[in-house]
């Protein structure tokens, strides 16, 4: 059985709406991140950067939201989470799965601390961009995959009902709010909001 390593008002928000969308069997083990419980030896051989989401599947041990969420989405094939390996759509999938993690949290950061960038120089170009591209693809369809829903959608998802709602880092857009609606809606969304408010 899988389990899930995680702490409540973290990253681990998004590993643990995917685990509850996936629907495969799996544990969670709290790593208290205010209490330390992240520096213990047991933990760092489980992810050395001392973070939490991470998952353990038997021999395999996964670290960062978007890793995880690639690894489970293929292993839980059933609850069609990840355009198969062939389909057009499988690119898409993939580089918003990773724009999820290195688009989007990067912008936050860059907003949070107020730091200017070269946009030339900045993988992810600058939080305005960032922004404005999201808004136009989400005006393009109910999901990153139009009217298909995927763990991309888990990964921005997440990263926007951060950013615009939690901690309102980033305006609000009349496509940001409609899409974090629908998020919201899923029942996977809302079991995964219950675990986390009850803590365990």
Known sequence: ???LYWCPQSRSATALWLMEEAGLPYERELIDIRKGDQST????????????PAL????????EVAAICLYVADIAAGAGLAPALGDPLRGRYLQYVVFGAAGIEA???QLYAKFDMPTVSAGWGSA???CDVLDGELQKGDWILGERFSAADIVVGSGLHFAVK????????PSFDAYIARCEARPAWQRARAIEAAGG
Not at 56 to 63: F, I, L, P, S
């Open 1 to 3: 059985m899988m389990k």
């Open 41 to 52: 030896d047991a933990f760092r051989a489980i992810n050395p950067m001392m973070k939490v």
């Open 56 to 63: 353990v599947d038997g021999e395999a041990q996964v670290a």
């Open 107 to 109: 912008a936050i950061t």
């Open 128 to 130: 305005e961009r960032v």
């Open 166 to 173: 939690a901690f309102k880092m980033v305006p609000s857009r």
